[in-house]
């Protein structure tokens, strides 16, 4: 054969197909998420050129920087209609830019700045070799306790690349409960969880401890990607798309022209529903729910301070608002099926988080602890399953998650030799040592707690208020059986840190540089600012409230 004969027939052959479009991509509506995407692959250029004793300033600035710029994009979005009259599908259908969306994005870009301000903190341990020391391994690659590692503390070494990979945890956060495809989805999972298994892993202190949480957190984060990924499979073999408006209608069976291949497996239920519960299942597990709990303390007491604080306030957000979207916009047909399934996890988690917090002896998991029972409390609103419910989860997320924040920046200043004193034993008689740390704590509780006159209180009560319109009053009433068990425990520290005799070996209050400083009085601004006056950021979120489908 001929090469003018070979080459006739692989014209004739390409004929038929026709050009493939280039996506169409609104750079402007996206643009919160590739600021801080470009602003952490800046970071890893830092890391490559930039000399080692001006990295941190260069990586701090250009984090806070990034983050900044990426929550007055949020804003601009806001303002120019972008969460209520504009709202749309962008990226060619895969993430949703809309009110909820907007709202929950802006909450992390906020967490995610007082993150960078708590990982920046260098002034709490004392100098080693005349070198300020942060809360992170001077080299993560070394082994604990080996001669490289003291070289390297005596190098005067910090593992700088924390802010990229806060960045990158900052970024799929933002995708996360933007998402509008399910492949969107879990590309946005993976890229916030993997960055979060490598910070858990680089403290200073106790660097074993947090290694086993990393390894922990790792092993179960890949079991529940892993359901995730399965459930999304059975989804798309049940209605033959990834995307959240056909599943949708092929729930409800308002879908119109069938492709006949699909037509066999659609409308077979067992799909659906093992699919929903899987997804619902990874989702849970990011959330912390009961039953897919047991990371949860390991990986909060095992991680570096800083990280925990930013990783219990960041990621719930994120995670909430991807299930909100979830339930909302794919499964609204399936809502007798999920409800009972989520009274169930609710009532479990809001009980189980307050008892066993009850128990617990180390200032960490005792957060831990509550954290679940908080997760148990977002839930009611979940299940309310109205616009209120939306509306009052999203102002839940937005105040929790500067207590959150606050409070574990308040834990990383309580010291003794051997770095942070985290065991309760050691908070006795803080309040006589350094009386303004143990207020500013104590606000942080009572936020906790849900006493009024907090943010935690406003959150509490919108949240229950739409559960119990939603037709869920049992909720309600476990929630406040719950609120009042978890009371106890928040009132025993502030307690123990007022009323008792302080030890005399007891631990130290590091006086903090401006950053942590402000992380805190951010955290508790926005506690009583919420508290007191929270009607317009209620009225913000109702307004932000709305899913577009």
């Given at each position: ?127 080693t ?22 070289a ?15 960045l ?51 092993l ?89 604080g ?5 990621t ?154 939603g ?19 928040y ?9 008792s ?8 209050v ?11 009085a ?28």
């Amino acid at each position: 054969m001929s090469a003018s004969a070979v080459h006739s027939l692989w014209t004739t052959a390409a004929d038929p197909i026709t050009k493939i479009d280039a996506p169409k991509i609104e750079y402007g509506q996206l643009s919160p998420t590739l600021i801080v995407i470009g602003a952490a692959i800046i970071g890893v250029l830092v890391e490559a050129f930039v000399p080692r004793k001006s990295r941190y300033y260069v990586q701090v600035f250009v984090s806070v920087v990034a983050l900044t710029a990426s929550f007055a994009a949020v804003v601009a979005l806001a303002a120019g209609g972008y969460g209520t009259t504009k709202a749309g599908i962008a990226a060619m259908g895969a993430i949703a830019v809309d009110g909820p969306a907007l709202f929950l994005q802006g909450t992390i870009l906020l967490a995610g700045v007082l993150g960078v301000f708590t990982f920046a903190e260098r002034r709490l341990d004392p100098e080693t070799h005349g070198n300020k020391v942060d809360s992170f391994a001077a080299q993560a690659a070394s082994v604990p306790g080996s001669d490289s590692e003291k070289a390297a503390v005596r190098a005067g070494f910090t593992t700088t690349e924390v802010f990229p990979l806060l960045l990158f945890a900052i970024g799929g956060m933002l995708i996360f409960p933007a998402a509008n495809d399910l492949l969107t989805l879990f590309i946005a999972l993976e890229v916030f969880s993997l960055p979060l298994y490598l910070l858990c892993a680089v403290a200073r202190r106790k660097r074993l401890m947090s290694q086993e949480a990393a390894v922990k957190y790792f092993l179960l984060g890949a079991f529940a990607s892993a359901f995730t990924l399965f459930g999304i499979a059975l989804l798309y073999g049940y209605a033959g798309s990834v995307k959240y408006a056909t599943i949708a209608q092929v729930v409800d069976g308002t879908i119109g022209d069938l492709n006949p291949a699909l037509a066999d497996t659609m409308g077979n239920d067992a799909l659906l529903l093992i699919g929903a519960a899987m997804l619902v299942m990874g989702l849970l597990f990011k959330v912390g729910a009961v039953p897919f709990h047991m990371w949860t303390p390991d990986v909060y007491q095992g991680a570096p301070t800083p990280v925990t604080g930013f990783m219990a306030a960041a990621t719930k957000v994120a995670a909430f608002g991807a299930l909100l979207r979830l339930l909302y916009v794919v499964l609204p047909g399936l809502r007798w099926d999920w409800r009972p399934v989520m009274w169930a996890v609710a009532i479990v988690t809001m009980l189980a988080g307050a008892i066993v917090a009850i128990t617990q002896t180390d200032i960490k998991r005792l957060l831990a602890y509550s954290s679940i029972a908080h997760a148990g409390f977002i839930l009611a609103g979940v299940i309310a399953a109205s616009p209120d419910g939306v509306s009052s989860v999203l102002f839940y997320l937005g105040a929790y998650s500067f207590v959150t924040i606050g409070a574990f920046a308040v834990v990383t200043l309580v010291r003794d030799a051997g770095g942070e004193a985290t065991h309760l034993s050691k908070w006795a008689g803080l309040g006589r040592r350094s009386p303004l740390v143990a207020a500013v704590f104590a606000v942080f509780l009572l936020a906790f707690a849900g006493i009024p006159l907090t943010s935690g209180f406003a959150g509490k009560f919108a949240v229950f208020k739409a559960a119990a319109e939603g037709g869920a009053g049992a909720i309600v009433v476990v929630g406040v059986i719950s609120s009042a068990i978890a009371a106890f425990f928040y009132i025993r520290v502030i307690v123990l840190m007022f009323f008792s005799e302080p030890r005399p070996e007891g631990p130290t209050v590091a006086v903090p540089s401006p950053l942590t400083m402000t992380a805190i009085a951010v955290g508790v601004a926005v506690t009583l600012v919420l508290g007191v006056a929270p009607q317009y950021f209620l009225d913000l979120a109702g307004q932000a409230g709305v899913f577009v489908r």
